[in-house]
Every structure is written in structure tokens, then in C-alpha cells.
T-cell receptor, first 113, second 112 residues
């Protein structure tokens, strides 16, 4: 069955500290992986995506993610968190074309001064 | 190129009324997805449409919910005889080719 697991429901980090949000997936075909960010009351903004090639992908706002096929993981990282990064983060998996996207339940990030 | 446009942003309906949610995809996008987000939860897939065709509706409740994406005009998600449990944020996403999806701001439905 296709699924995405985000084990951390809520994470609190200090501003300037590093961040890693975990994502594990189960998918029957070649996975295409995404990270989205959602600010309160807003839609989802794509941070980065992995389709193929280099397993370390760079995204917007200084985020990066690493695809590890052996661990079925696609963890999101940022070396230094800013207060404006406080939001909900969603990992998603899908096929290249013609299929639905499966979302994790999200990780809520709080940034403290 | 404007993003995915959803309207209304907020919709209040009394129990038993109908709710119609509209989604205009990005220009050139012929693939549309509808997702529902309940409070404190992730996004749950509802339906995937291409122009005039429903490709996958495995996430749609069997009753009261329907979706269309006509040749002309926006995609419509229709909920008949709404109940309190239908209160949620409904997100539309569009894609040019069924790959990367671009999301709208959502419609927040409140059933009173």
C-alpha cells in the first residue's frame, strides 16, 4: 500500500539551529517525492522535489532533502532555521504522471527566539 | 501566469444545503486534483480529473460528493446535503502533465 509517514508531529527548534524533518514512504513504483510547506490559513507551497538523478536536492528558502532508497526516506533539512520557517511541513509521494499524491500527516514546526 | 485559483476562500453552509467549490487551474494545466484537509490532519486525496474525465475518484465519499472538470470553465467540487463532518479545508491542485502539482489557497468550508 502507498503511504507516507512523518513520525514527528511537532518539532520545536531555536532560531539559528539546524533542522531535520523525517519522512518515510511506502510506494509500489518509482517514487517521486515532494516537500510542501503550509503557513496558517494558506495553501501549500512546494519547497523541493525529487524525480531522479542526484539524491540530494536543493529547494527554496535554503531547504534541502536527501533521498535514500535503501531506507525509503526523504528527510528535509535546513542548516539554520529562521523564525519565518515556523509552519506545517508535508511530505508527499506520487508517480511521475497520472496518479494521486499521498501526503503525510505533517510536522508542525515552532521556532523559538 | 496566475496560480491555481479557488473560490470562495471561505464558505459557510447550514446542514442540508449544497456547497459548490470552484477551482481554476493554472493556464495550460489539464490535470486537477481535489484534496480534503481535516483539522490537525494531512491532506486526503479525493479525486483526480482531466478535462471532461474523472480519472480516479477512489477518495470520494460514495454519496453526496461529486466533481467535474468541464471542457470550458473551472473544476467544481459539489457537496450535497452538507453535514457538520464535511467542515474542512478543500484544496485543489493542478498539473500540466500529472506530475508536479501546484496547489491553490483552499476553500474553508464550515457547516453550521
Amino acid at each position: 500500500a502507498q503511504s507516507v509517514t512523518q513520525p514527528d508531529i511537532h518539532i520545536t527548534v531555536s532560531e539559528g539551529a539546524s533542522l531535520e524533518l523525517r519522512c518515510n514512504y511506502s510506494y509500489g513504483a518509482t517514487p517521486y517525492l515532494f516537500w510542501y510547506v503550509q503557513s496558517p490559513g494558506q495553501g501549500l507551497q512546494l519547497l523541493l522535489k525529487y524525480f531522479s538523478g542526484d539524491t540530494l536536492v536543493q529547494g527554496i528558502k535554503g531547504f534541502e532533502a536527501e533521498f535514500k532508497r535503501s531506507q525509503s526516506s526523504f528527510n528535509l533539512r535546513k542548516p539554520s532555521v529562521h523564525w519565518s520557517d515556523a509552519a506545517e511541513y508535508f511530505c508527499a509521494v506520487g508517480a511521475r504522471t497520472g496518479n494521486q499524491f499521498y501526503f503525510g500527516t505533517g510536522t508542525s514546526l515552532t521556532v523559538i527566539p | 501566469n496566475a496560480g491555481v485559483m479557488q473560490n470562495p476562500r471561505h464558505l459557510v453552509r447550514r446542514r442540508g444545503q449544497e456547497a459548490r467549490l470552484r477551482c481554476s487551474p493554472m493556464k495550460g494545466h489539464s490535470h486537477v486534483y481535489w484534496y480534503r484537509q481535516l483539522p490537525e490532519e494531512g491532506l486526503k486525496f479525493m479525486v483526480y480529473l482531466q478535462k471532461e474525465n474523472i480519472i480516479d475518484e477512489s477518495g470520494m465519499p460514495k454519496e453526496r460528493f461529486s466533481a467535474e472538470f468541464p471542457k470550458e470553465g473551472p473544476s467544481i467540487l459539489r457537496i450535497q446535503q452538507v453535514v457538520r463532518g464535511d467542515s474542512a479545508a478543500y484544496f485543489c491542485a493542478s498539473s500540466p502533465d500529472g506530475g508536479q502539482a501546484f496547489f491553490g489557497q483552499g476553500t474553508r468550508l464550515t457547516v453550521v
